[in-house]
């Protein structure tokens, strides 16, 4: 999961031809070396910075993310008795490679239809070139990200890229101590989610390999392109209604499955980050404000851009998210928040996201 300025995502394994099943193959078709030279190519460059204030945020946010851990126990109650560690903090185009590693890890066990050695190669082609340029644009914006799948042992790892904390932090014009530590209680959130919840990763991953296995005949989906190209516009270009539209019930569901998860996890970092108060980031109500005009901000090609990708949609998984954690929150208290990460079946669905005292009936 990822924190991105005014963007963020953040949003999911080589390709090993023969599947489990009869006439299929194992994980996506994308040539994943392909897609790290473009976005290390076309990656734009970050801030011009003195070596010393370089070294001085590097070292700064290593510390801040084990110390936000800290923070995020006490406001949690999780985790107890986990080790603090430190981040990881990367540039720009170390990042790249880390979140594609982390994209091949997360849809390793996806069921493809089998195609022939030289299709595949075609394909893979034409998608590492997508993805690679997807993660360069990306690269410029994310502050943060916790993969539960990436690491040396695949076990996680929490990554702070750093020239781009310093370029929000300037541009925002606020403390740099104190921006640091709140990207690192988001980020730190993410990582108590998935360590301090043992059925999570899992089912995480399960969820997205099944999402990604489901086949259906193309001709259900062209019978449903012109309601979806009506919902496209009526809906103001919001891809994700493009995509809800043209999928069948069962990728509905699992999808629908997806991204309720995915906006709690977002809600409820976002949530946790600001509950922390001012006590510890004493300017924590100027950087939000600032932060939230920044997200609605930039040209009218950027927002373009986060429209097409997808991005715009991920912006109001944090309000949506939030909103429910709060409601809840002021509901029941903490404790009564973590009943959400009791089991897969406590977890709120996406009508209960938007009416948590539904979610708060059933599981009272």
């Avoid at 963020?8 to 994308?30: H, I, K, N, W």
């Avoid at 541009?171 to 108590?192: G, K, N, P, Y």
Wanted: proline content about 7%; glycine content about 8%.
């Amino acid at each position: 999961m990822d924190r991105v300025d005014t963007d963020q995502s953040s949003t999911p394994v080589a390709t090993r031809p023969g599947g489990s099943e009869r006439g299929t193959d194992r994980g996506l078709p994308v040539n994943w070396a392909l897609a790290r030279r473009t976005a290390t190519t076309l990656m734009p460059p970050g801030p011009q910075v003195d070596p010393g204030v370089a070294a001085e945020l590097v070292e700064r946010l290593r510390t801040d993310s084990a110390t936000a851990e800290g923070h995020v126990r006490e406001i949690t109650g999780l985790g107890a008795g986990l080790p603090l560690l430190p981040a990881d903090v990367l540039d720009r185009s170390a990042w790249a490679t880390a979140a594609l590693d982390g994209m091949r890890a997360l849809t390793a066990d996806a069921q493809m239809p089998y195609a022939p050695k030289a299709a595949r190669a075609v394909t893979g082609t034409a998608a590492g070139v997508q993805v690679g340029g997807l993660l360069s644009y990306l690269g410029a914006r994310v502050l943060g990200q916790y993969d539960p799948f990436g690491g040396p042992d695949g076990a996680g790892r929490l990554i702070l890229v750093a020239p781009n904390v310093y370029a929000a932090q300037q541009a925002m014009d606020v403390a740099s101590e104190d921006f640091a530590l709140w990207v690192c209680l988001h980020e730190a959130t993410h990582r108590l989610q998935f360590t301090a919840v043992p059925w999570l990763r899992d089912h995480f991953s399960a969820q997205v390999s099944q999402l990604l296995s489901i086949r259906e005949p193309d001709a259900d989906r062209l019978r449903r392109l012109p309601e979806a190209i009506r919902s496209l516009r009526d809906s103001g270009g919001d891809p994700l209604a493009l995509v809800e539209l043209l999928q069948g019930p069962e990728q509905k569901a699992v999808l629908d499955r997806l991204l309720a998860l995915t906006t709690l996890l977002e809600g409820h970092a976002d949530h946790v980050m600001d509950a922390v108060g001012p006590a510890v980031v004493p300017s924590v109500a100027t950087i939000r404000e600032r932060f939230t005009a920044r997200r609605r901000g930039g040209s009218w090609i950027d927002r373009l851009l986060r429209t097409l990708l997808g991005v715009e949609a991920k912006m109001k998984q944090y309000a949506v998210g939030a909103a429910f954690v709060r409601h809840v929150d002021t509901e029941i208290g903490m404790a009564g928040v973590n009943r959400v990460w009791e089991s897969p079946e406590t977890l709120p669905t996406r009508a209960e996201l938007d009416e948590p005292a539904e979610w708060l009936a059933r599981v009272a």
